[in-house]
């Protein structure tokens, strides 16, 4: 058996039947050339060949001397994991996210190995759907969308592709893969503590620094206390998930216009969506809302591992002016960045579980609302920059599913595909109503710094 660690452990202590620990991602498939209309019915007949199953998605939980482990599931029913479904009629792309909506308010059976692909037909305009969901403490996000690309070809003539259950396993990446959840950040440091002595210095040293500035500058003090909001309720069992692609060419001109990065403008774009839902509820706090958002402070080219940093990030939530909020949030990434570029990865990790800290005991306990320390996530993980296909049939757009949680009932995670930024939004179907309409409010938000700046 394989003992699981403590972050793994912690994504199955936190779960609870209004807080499922799952992560998904979904992807739109349009129809290889003149294939045939039950196209996706032969599919699911070959997939269901695939039926040697690899690590991770062959381990199922088990329990020794009332510690948890991974075992190898020898009697592993790949029908309960592998689900072949039509969408209702009309078959848009609502319906599509309603049955994802659906399903991701499922929680896993903890008896099996807690993984499951819905293959899903019935989309219009020739279109076919892979909705993909795995427990947080099997594979993190990032793994999952690493998974998700490798699975992919990007020769548009290969076929007899393996499923992402049966492909071959690979090693973990090194000790500089580090993964970028709050839970994460706060489980290292406490499973790390006698290693990280070193690092005290140097944390002390920005800590001090960046209290110190919080008590002087009240605009600044915001990130330490996040406003109260309906975004930080408890919350239901039921989820409500939106998705839609905005064009990378666009956002990267209005870059250009504000001499701003990628993310800044997804982030200065999901602000505004918030700023207008939450007006459109009458519940805009007067403080801005602050978001975590975990970054790249990579400074080569290299692929190993992964150079990430969690940032409070000030959402100007109050300003109506686009142009100014864009250049604030830039000016926050910049001088978080700038932070960081002066530390050492394992300080950067312990400086975050630090400043996280607060953040984590309100959001397992609720018993400190004075600690809100952010009111969303706002996640963008990487994607293909080209084209890529499964069988034949072209990878229209692929959508990340994350998790909301009591307390924190929306998380706004992105993926860049091709020349497309996919955002998929996760809510509180009741502590969030007529979530979908973000979509229109990012779109909103997008057209008013190209407005701003004459493009």
Known sequence: MKPLNPTDQLFLWLEKRQQPMHVGGLQIFSFPE?????????????LRKHEHITPPFNQRLSYKLGQPGWVEDEHLDLEHHFRFEALAT???????????????SHLMD??????????????????????TKVHHSLVDGVSAMKMATRMLSDNPQETNMAPIWAMPERTRSGANDRST???????????????????????????????????????????????????????????????QSYSLNRIKAVCEAYNTTVNDVVTAMSASALRTYLINQDALPAKPLIAMVPV????DDSSSGNQVGVILANLHTDLADPSDRLTKIHHGMQEAKQRYRQMSP???????????????????????????????VISNVPGPNTPRYWNGAKLEGMYPVS???????????LTSYNDQIEFGL???????????????????GLAELEAAAGL
């Not at 190995?113 to 899903?120: A, G, R, T």
């Not at 790249?296 to 400074?299: A, D, I, P, T, V």
């Not at 179907?429 to 990012?442: A, G, I």
């Open 110 to 131: 903890r008896e099996r190995p807690m993984w499951e692909v819905h293959l899903i037909e019935g989309l219009q305009d020739r279109q076919f759907a892979l909705y």
């Open 90 to 104: 009309p078959g848009r792309i609502r319906e599509l996210l309603s049955f994802v909506s659906a399903e991701h």
């Open 34 to 46: 003149g294939a045939p209309d039950d196209y996706v019915a032969q599919l699911a007949e070959q």
């Open 181 to 243: 959840s709050l839970w994460s950040s706060v489980a290292h440091l406490l499973r790390n503590s006698g290693r990280q002595l070193s690092t005290i210095p140097a944390v002390a040293k920005e800590l001090l620094k960046t209290i110190n500035r919080a008590r002087k500058d009240p605009a600044y003090d915001s990130i330490f206390h996040a406003p109260r909001s309906v975004l930080n309720q408890k919350v239901t069992g039921s989820r409500r998930f939106a998705a």
């Open 346 to 376: 394992e300080e950067i990790i312990n400086y975050t579980a630090l400043t996280l800290a607060p953040a984590a005991f309100h959001f397992l306990t609720g018993m400190a609302p004075k600690w809100q320390t952010f009111n969303v």
């Open 403 to 413: 998790i909301a949680m009591d307390r924190l009932a929306l998380n706004m995670t």
């Open 296 to 299: 790249s402070l990579r400074h």
């Open 426 to 444: 996760i809510g509180c179907r009741r502590t969030l109503p007529s979530l979908q309409r973000m979509l229109d409010y990012l779109e909103d």
